[in-house]
């Protein structure tokens, strides 16, 4: 049974060491690492009666040794008195040990501290003084075994151990490190010397033992290619991965000031574009990787797969809320595809996370299959690591206003360009056309931006955790509490409470893991009902109380605006409450055969109140208040079982892993709302309401899928991946609901090569790497090639009940394809200082899923099909990590990344007879331009025009349309600058985006001159023939019977005039962090301690003319400016 | 392997989402194919301002001259100025698509209730009827605002995406055969007392109405005096006219859902108190009326705010949401009859009976009877028209439409703008977004794209 083993080593002898090698383990259960080199020689103590831990604590900390022993022995210890000045350490340690039971050994710059013989326990489970016993055994075989493990004892599994010869030049033999991190070498001179080499730790040279006993590695640099990356179902150092994997550390997400996981990710991912919706807090983020995928975005998910510790979220990054308020709308299919509503990754703490991993092309993404179609993030929380329990505590308090806006006219420049409207039209003013201008208080000004959205928000946040454990067991807790107000008038607040705990342990016999990570998020939020950014446009000399000092409804007999100041009556409540739990066991069938299984669980649930209150209303009108209460609950579950197996054959290493997945998602709405109330205070009552109804829905997903992964390595040089799955999914009709897909990986680490190494010994890594492969999708809603009729919420006719048709259907839709090509190539120079990393992609689509675009004529305008076309993203990623200073008081890091991304309809077969024949041409971007093309305004008339193509007097979308661009970003990236000198640190990070965007032109909220207030830019009007502006005439007129070459609304909707220029340049975040030396901190007992201030979206420079680039929205609170200030200690 | 790919269809199979019942139960039950008949009307109700809901009364009653907005009405001048562009989405969102929407309920419903094998043939035929009659008012309105549009008859997209726009006659001619049916299949009776859904009155009234556009006179006259004569109705006061409970109405839509129980036209018209109303009645209609008119006092309110009246339309009299319902939007009434048959019997002329038929209202309103010696035709039809314009003033269109058909409407817009009005904008244009989808659908001559 043990046949696939026993070809490398005799497996009797194996199972021997393997005991020994436990049992040498078990000494090493506590371990303090050394710091770094030079420390002096000799030592000077001076200790009375004190423990033998704080004694060795003390040893290790002037020589530089790490000391490994069992935490039990110190039960066993006397105090230690002892008086040295300038001594050795051999006789430093014969005095600390004189009276102990204990002795100690020196190997490797390591003290090992051992029972004495004499103490030792005699049964059979003799955790101790077995290394005569092993030594005796290993004398018995001319050969060479030995074990590597890391500074905590874990194997090193797959470390290179090579024979150098007695001039210490390689020799052929070598082998690598099995699953526990053993080796075993035959035939070895004794004159030879062994070279035991591990990626990303330090490479060492030991004289040839019999037995080599542990061979400590200790970790190299902070090189960031040695970093372990979290590949979703197995972990690959990033020097060997051959997918595309990219990633931000708890290092970076820690410095910005922001609530949301997803806000941290702005410009740090090559290939991965965020866009906030709003400012609101708590409100969502677009994430798009490497590209648009979805033809039709506003209702099939392009989004890509958000894994938190393993478990898929239960409601990926869509949104929460059932109902409409300051978050927005809570649907992907607003005009501007910025989906609104809350974020369910906002109940995550951004503290508590260790790494967000970004899968990009078909060989990182192929073990998430179809799920992975357009990407996986998976996001870890922190772990504990294990040794001295750390208690750790972080408070920060900060302020935030809206970052850009624009500034909007005064009463007199609002009430000049009134005026000069009427004159323009030739119009007289009557009460009725004007009552601004002749019922309403002229001399009456409100800044409604000041007082809309001019306040400034207040955040304040504290975290408190505990970690620690041991070698077989590590833990971290932590809880979060975190409140954020906002810039709107009132009382308006966000709260969040989280709480992260994760837990590992193995068993001693290295059989077993586990691992549990749970994590719970509870959110708080009174926010009002509609975003008050909508309402800036109000007249500027609206009156707002009247002279009774109560809100004002009308002027004059004329409202027109609803009174902003009434919504503050009005109350948008939602929590959420977000579990996510996943616990992870491996079991050691056979030395090589891990069997494991992940078992991961989320639900969100979230509960939304909204009530408009009778004194929010006109009382003009017949008034009552109506409430609304939502609940919703989305439950994910996934087991996954999993196998692998691992295969060290010299120096071929195989790597076998099969595995299925088994998901299941459910979710449930319910929404009540009650109206005709009486009295506001019973608006938390349903009973309270004279009418109460009713609606529910739910919806459920299952996916399933196997899998397999084949992985070689030869050499740490040439590596090779093969994946293969099959994928099943509910949301395709009998007999479509499965289909294969597969992806191959393949990179040459040339550096590896001697003859590289010597000719370019400043070449310190080079790695080309690429990978092809197919995946599929089905991001699509439920239930679409169902046949079904609807319930609608409040439809009864003639008091009974009525059903609808719900949709259009197709059951023939089928799973699409995608074909993703990758290459790349990563260069490491001058010792890994400088890392170059580019990719080069091109993903084709074809049989996308999509809600096709259909005609209203057949009565629903979509149905869900397979798209004829074939999409096309490919791009250049470029990405830089620079330490330009590594001095011993002086660091400078840099890093940056460029994105050169390109969409493009390959095909699209009889586009021209198609619903899409004005929203596509072939061989351009989905996110194009083809519109009108925009002439700004005509000198002659003052009104907006465009290019007549054909000349023919009449603008024809057929004839007339021109490719006037796209809206893709053409660049986009970040850079950041890391200083640090002593024990200050000063981090900026800018995150920059060359695009076109929705222009202010756009947003204008009528024509200027009507009854709305504009953004100042408007007084660049014309006002004579021969005028050049970039904003027509004041007109009061709705329409204007214009037509032609002038349309009422060219500038915003049918010419490229709507788009402006959008690129950004942004201090994201700036942070400086001082760490308070150590003096200091011994006297308040704390470890550590460090203050800090940082900015978030400091500045952003933009030739935009509306208010922010990001959301390009006039009428949406724009993403906020924050300053927080805190400290985090560390006891 | 194997066993894992045996077990792999139950891994995927899902259970029906709590809101949505397969199409076919709902096929195979009387109650819940009528359910779907009642989603139906619901469907023609659901939104304010959607053409059966007070939207065709609105726009035309702008276009017509019969009303004017108050304030800047970004969305409704354009129909007052009749400058109504492709864009409008009041056109697109409003009209175009709930009608399109309606349609297409219609159509489905003849499909499946015909296809199922459980339903009573009774319960067939009536569906079929009440959807064949929703389907033509549809299509009677869309075709008299738009021209020539697409005649989706299937439930099948991709022939419904992609259609061409079919003329007027064959429009009409698709109306008059199925009006015919439906009128066959509908009983005498309504399924319920509250006239909240369609009979074989109903069937023949729009039977009645689309033979009077066409100048089919004799076959107008023979709808008309079947729902005159044999259904029953009787005119009521003016001030009853548009209570639910009257005797004179036909077929009324009545509110969806619990909210909104008032009328599409009484949210639209009422304002609240102290506050400037949105649209008010022009001169020109207030002028056709006698003074003495009963329909004057009871069908207008005079609103006086700031030294300023305004006149608003008072047929419906409730603007907010109550909890009975005594007041439903009216489609055909008995009066709407009597004018027909009274057109078509000038046309015929028979005067003496047309002259009956028209005092029949000119009596109710309190208005001196005509007395039909001494009249000529043209007289005759001014009267006719007169009596259209005044009877149903602000109701379903019926004076943009009137206007059109006699040919007054370029006389009236010469009249009241003179520079601006071209004969192109009798029609409304087809909606932009809708031509984005369908790029067979030509736009109406004299809009641009």
């Known amino acids: 049974m043990h046949k696939t083993f026993t070809g490398a080593i005799p497996h009797a002898l194996l199972f021997k060491v393997i005991m020994i090698k436990t049992l040498v383990l078990l000494l090493l259960i506590l371990c303090w690492e050394a710091r770094a080199d030079v420390h002096a020689q000799h030592l000077t103590l001076s200790h009375r009666h004190t423990g033998l831990g704080d004694v060795l604590q003390d040893v290790r900390e002037q020589s530089g040794y790490s000391v490994f022993y069992d935490a039990n022995y110190l039960k066993m210890a006397r105090p230690v008195t002892v008086e040295l000045a300038d001594a050795t350490l051999e006789q430093s340690l014969a005095a600390i040990f004189a009276d102990q039971p204990f002795t100690y050994s020196i190997e490797n710059r390591v003290i090992v501290i051992t029972p004495k013989p004499a103490k030792r326990p005699g049964d059979g489970s003799g955790q101790i003084g077995h290394v005569n016993e092993e030594a005796n055994l290993v004398l018995a075989y001319p050969t060479v075994t030995g074990r590597v493990t890391d500074s905590l004892g874990r194997p090193l599994a797959g470390a290179s151990v090579r024979v150098l010869n007695a001039e210490g030049k390689r020799t052929m033999l070598q082998t690598k490190t099995d699953h526990d991190g053993y080796f075993e070498l035959k035939h070895v001179p004794d004159d030879a010397q062994l070279e035991i080499t591990y990626i990303g730790y330090v490479s060492q040279i030991v004289g040839v033992r019999p037995h080599q006993g542990t061979i400590i590695l200790a970790i190299s640099s902070s090189s960031i290619l040695e970093v372990e990356v979290n590949a979703g179902y197995y972990t690959v150092k990033d020097r060997l991965r051959t997918g595309n994997i990219g990633s931000i550390s708890s290092k970076d997400i820690e410095r910005q000031p922001v609530t949301n996981p997803l806000a941290t990710l702005h410009g740090r991912v090559p290939g991965l574009v965020i866009t906030q919706s709003s400012g609101v807090p708590g409100s969502s983020f677009r994430v798009e990787l490497r590209g648009r995928t979805a033809i039709d975005r506003e209702i099939t998910d392009d989004q890509p797969l958000f894994v938190i510790d393993g478990v898929p979220a239960a409601q990926n990054n869509g949104y929460l809320n059932q109902y409409t308020s300051a978050l927005g709308y809570p649907t992907n299919s607003t005009t ?212 009774d000092g109560e809100l004002s409804w009308e002027e004059g007999g004329y409202s027109y605006y609803s009174n902003p100041l009434a919504g503050l009556k009005n109350v948008y409540t939602v929590g959420t409450d977000n579990l996510n739990a996943n616990l992870q066991l491996r079991y050691r069938v056979f030395p090589g055969v891990d069997l494991r299984s992940s078992f991961g669980y989320n639900t969100i649930r979230t509960d939304e109140h909204k009530t408009y209150a009778i004194g929010s209303q006109n009382p003009a009108y017949e008034r009552e208040g109506s409430a609304y209460f939502a609940s919703n609950r989305f439950n994910s579950w996934i087991w996954e079982p999993q196998a692998d197996y691992r295969k060290v054959l010299g120096a071929h290493d195989i790597q076998l892993l099969v595995g299925g997945s088994i998901q299941q998602q459910e979710s449930y709405a319910s929404s009540i709302s009650g109206s005709g109330y009486s009295n506001d205070l019973l608006l938390n009552s349903l009973a309270g309401a004279a009418v109460v109804s009713a609606t529910n829905g739910s919806s459920a997903y299952k996916y399933a899928a196997i899998y397999g992964r084949v992985s070689y390595n030869l050499e740490d040089t040439y590596l090779l991946t093969l994946s293969g799955r099959r994928d099943g999914s509910s949301r395709f009709g009998p007999g479509k609901q499965y289909a294969n897909f597969g992806a191959v990986g393949v990179a040459w680490i040339f550096t590896q090569e001697r003859l590289l190494q010597e000719k370019l010994p400043w070449l310190s890594f080079g790695k080309v790497r690429g990978s092809y492969g197919t995946t599929g999708n089905d991001k699509i809603a439920n239930y679409q090639y169902l046949d079904t009729y609807e319930t609608v919420l409040n439809t009864s006719y003639q008091d009974s009940m009525t059903v609808r048709p719900h949709k259009l259907f197709n059951p023939d839709y089928r799973w699409e394809s995608t074909r993703k090509l990758e290459v790349a190539m990563d260069l490491g120079f001058f010792a890994d200082r400088i890392l170059l990393s580019t990719a080069w992609f091109r993903n084709v689509s074809s049989n996308q899923l999509i809600n096709y675009n259909l005609a209203l004529t057949t009565g629903f305008g979509s149905v869900v099909s397979n798209f004829p076309a074939k999409v096309a993203n490919s791009g250049l990623e470029v990405s830089l990590v620079a330490d330009i200073i590594r001095h011993e008081s002086w660091e400078w890091t840099m890093s940056a990344n460029i994105t050169v991304p390109r969409n493009q309809l390959l095909s699209f077969p009889n586009l021209d007879n198609s619903s899409y024949y004005l929203s596509y041409r072939e061989g351009h971007p989905l996110n194009l331009i083809y519109l009108y093309r925009y002439l700004g305004v005509d000198p002659e008339n003052g009104y907006y025009h465009a290019e007549d193509l054909n000349g023919d007097g009449r603008l024809t979308s057929r004839e007339d349309r021109q490719v006037l661009g796209h809206l893709d970003p053409t660049y986009y990236g970040g850079i950041q600058n890391t200083f640090s000198y002593k024990s200050w640190e000063l981090t900026f990070f800018f995150d920059y985006r060359k ?126 400016r924050t300053l927080v200030i805190g400290a985090q200690i560390n006891f | 392997m194997l066993s894992f790919a045996i077990g792999c269809s139950q891994l995927v199979e899902v259970e029906m989402p709590a809101d949505q019942l397969i199409t076919s139960s709902i096929y195979a039950d009387d109650v819940t194919a009528i359910a779907a008949l009642r989603g139906l009307y619901a469907s023609t ?39 109504v562009l492709p864009e409008s989405y009041v056109i697109s969102t409003l009209t175009w698509a709930p009608a399109y929407k309606t349609i297409y309920q ?87 007392p509250d006239r909240m859904r369609a009979n074989r009155w109903a069937a023949k009234s729009l039977l009645a109405r689309l033979y009077l556009y066409q100048g089919k006179w004799q076959e107008a006259i023979g709808q008309a005096s079947a729902v005159i004569e044999d259904g029953g109705y009787k005119l009521e006061l003016t001030g009853r006219t548009f209570l639910s409970e009257s005797k004179e109405t036909i077929l009324q839509f009545g509110a969806v859902g ?74 055909f009434r008995l009066a709407e009859l009597y004018l027909i048959r009274a057109e078509a019997y000038i046309q015929q002329s028979q005067i003496a009976e047309a002259v009956h038929d028209l005092n029949q209202l000119r009596g109710r309103a309190d208005i001196s009877l005509l007395d039909a010696s001494g009249l000529t035709t043209e007289q005759l039809l001014e009267a006719v028209s007169l009596e259209r314009q005044r009877e149903l003033c602000i109701e379903w269109g019926h004076r943009w439409f009137d206007l059109k058909r006699m040919g007054l409407l370029d006389a009236q817009m010469n009249n009241i703008a003179p520079e601006t009005w071209k004969p192109e904008k009798a029609l409304y244009p087809i909606p932009s977004a809708e031509r984005l989808s369908n790029p067979f659908l030509t736009q109406n001559p004299g809009y641009d794209d």
């Open chain 1, 336 to 547: 501007a595809t910025i989906p609104g509503g809350l974020s369910p990754l906002n109940s995550l703490n951004p503290q508590d996370i260790e790494r967000i991993e970004v899968l990009k092309d078909a060989d990182a993404t192929a073990i998430y299959g179809s799920r992975g179609a357009n990407g996986v993030i998976l996001i870890t929380t922190k772990k504990g690591s294990g040794g001295r329990t750390d208690v750790f505590v972080n408070m920060s308090t900060g302020w935030s206003r809206a970052s850009r806006t624009v500034d909007m006219m005064n009463t007199q420049q609002y009430l000049a360009m009134r005026r000069e409207a009427f004159a323009n039209d030739n119009v007289t003013m009557t009460p009725d056309n004007s009552f601004d201008l002749l019922v309403w208080d002229t001399t009456r000004y409100t800044d409604f931006k000041k007082l809309l959205i001019g306040g400034t928000a207040h955040t304040s946040s504290i975290q408190a955790g505990i970690s620690g454990g041991n070698s077989l067991t590590q833990f971290r807790v932590s809880g979060a509490y975190q409140g954020e107000t906002t810039v709107f008038p009132g009382d308006w607040v966000a709260k969040r409470l989280t709480t992260d705990a994760n837990i590992q342990h193995r068993s001693i016999d290295e059989r077993l893991h586990m691992a549990l990570a749970v994590n719970y998020g509870s959110s708080n939020s009174d926010l009002p009902t509609d975003d008050y950014a909508s309402a800036i446009n109000i007249t500027p000399n609206m009156q707002l109380w009247n002279e």
């Open chain 2, 106 to 192: 219609a159509n489905d419903l003849i499909e499946k209730s015909q296809q199922s094998h459980s339903l009573k043939p009774g319960t067939v035929r009536q569906i079929t009827g009440e959807a064949l009659l929703v389907r033509s008012l549809n299509f009677f309105y869309l075709t008299n605002l738009f021209g020539a549009v697409p005649l989706t008859l299937t439930t099948d997209y991709r022939t419904n995406t992609a259609l061409q726009r079919s003329n007027t006659q064959d429009i009409y001619d698709q109306i008059e055969r199925d009006l015919l049916v439906a009128a066959d299949l509908l009983p005498a009776e309504y399924p319920s």
């Open chain 1, 995 to 1120: 695009q076109l965007g929705t222009g202010w032109l756009a947003w204008q909220f009528s024509r200027p001159g009507g009854l709305a207030n504009m953004p100042v830019t408007v007084m660049d009007r014309w006002q004579q023939p021969g005028d050049v502006t970039s904003v027509m005439r004041y007109t009061q007129r709705t329409s204007d019977g214009l037509s032609s070459l002038y349309l009422r609304d060219l500038a915003n909707t049918a010419s490229g005039g709507k788009y402006e220029d959008a690129s950004f340049f942004r201090l994201k975040n700036a942070t400086i962090a001082y760490t308070v030396s150590d003096d200091i901190l011994k006297r308040i007992g704390a470890r550590s301690t460090r203050f800090y201030l940082q900015t978030q979206n400091m500045f952003t420079i933009s030739g935009y003319k509306g208010a922010h680039p990001e959301v390009q929205s006039l009428r949406r609170l724009s993403p906020m």
């Open chain 2, 258 to 331: 619990q909210y909104n129980l008032s009328t599409g036209a009484g949210q639209t018209f009422i304002p609240g108190f102290d506050v400037v109303p949105n649209y008010q009645v022009s001169s020109r209609l207030l002028s056709a009326y006698q003074s003495t008119d009963k329909r004057l006092q009871d069908w207008f309110l005079t609103l006086s705010l700031n030294g300023q009246n305004y006149s608003i339309p008072f047929k419906y009299k409730l603007n907010t949401s109550s909890g009975s319902r005594p007041e439903a939007n009216i489609v």
């Open chain 2, 45 to 83: 109700m659901s939104s304010t301002r959607a053409i059966s809901n007070a939207g065709v009364s609105l726009m035309c009653g702008l276009s017509a001259g019969e009303l004017k907005t108050v304030r800047p009405n970004a969305d409704y001048d354009p129909f007052m100025e009749n400058e």
